[in-house]
């Protein structure tokens, strides 16, 4: 196994959930020699796919990656909002309940993660398995539940969990994770009254901004986002390179 290159990094964990090799170009806008050199060493290397964001408005890094065989798999949009106050404002309806995560909910809001992410550039990419990346969406949940550093809410409705969002605090801003909802409880304002308790507990962190990121592909996502006074920051595209045909069962 050689050293990866200075702008490039494996990713272990990655790897060992999909079942191979995977690594990322860190340069946002390489030259044609390193992107031709970390090719290379992937290629010797056994890596089978090489994730890569480039900035949108860079054409000649969008340029070099088509031309090398890169895949545009997603548009990477981050979000972000600077008054919090004005996510409280658009509380939905009093009917659901916002409540932190607890055991109980864990079993049904994974079945809930293991359907809802299906406009994220893993389900885009025909290389990789719609179980596994059904999977790595419950996964995180998890892993973002039992994360001490970490905070979920739940939206409940009807008498069962049908929403929730996770948080967390880096520095001075708050992070929004995963985001999502049962299909059968869509458009009925569960997001905004999320959103909006998440607003609150980021206050009570003494925080004043909040960022989150979404695809392009999710107009619906982008809505909910937009109606508690998010704002875009930054759009990235994101391309996927192949060393091999296909990885893992469909």
């Not at 990789?128 to 001490?148: G, T």
Request: net charge neutral.
């Amino acid at each position: 196994m050689k050293p990866a290159p200075a702008n490039c990094c494996r990713l272990e964990w990655d790897s060992e959930f999909f079942g191979f090799p995977i690594a990322r170009l860190d340069d946002p806008t390489p030259s044609a020699e390193a992107i031709a050199s970390v090719l290379q060493w992937a290629a010797e290397d056994g890596i089978a796919c090489l994730y890569f964001e480039a900035p949108a408005g860079s054409t000649e890094t969008i340029r070099l990656a088509e031309q090398n065989g890169f895949q545009l798999v997603d548009v990477r949009l981050v979000l972000s909002l600077e008054t919090l106050d004005r996510a409280k404002d658009t509380a939905a309806d009093t009917s659901i309940t916002v409540r932190s995560m607890a055991e109980r909910d864990l079993e049904p809001l994974k079945e809930i993660a293991g359907t809802v992410f299906t406009n994220t550039r893993y389900y885009a990419d025909q290389g990789f398995s719609r179980a596994r990346c059904a999977e790595l969406y419950r996964v995180w949940l998890e892993k973002s539940y039992r994360d001490r550093e970490q905070h979920v809410l739940v939206a409940e409705t009807q008498g069962r969990p049908a929403g929730f969002v996770t948080l967390q605090v880096e520095s001075d801003t708050g992070r929004i994770g995963l985001f999502g909802a049962a299909a059968d409880a869509q458009g009925k304002g569960l997001g905004q009254a999320l959103l909006a308790d998440a607003a609150s507990w980021f206050t009570g962190k003494g925080l004043k901004r909040v960022v989150t990121v979404t695809q392009g592909r999710s107009v619906a996502a982008q809505r909910v986002y937009q109606r508690a006074g998010f704002v875009t920051d930054r759009v990235s595209l994101y391309y996927h390179r192949w060393f091999r045909a296909s990885c893992g069962e469909r």
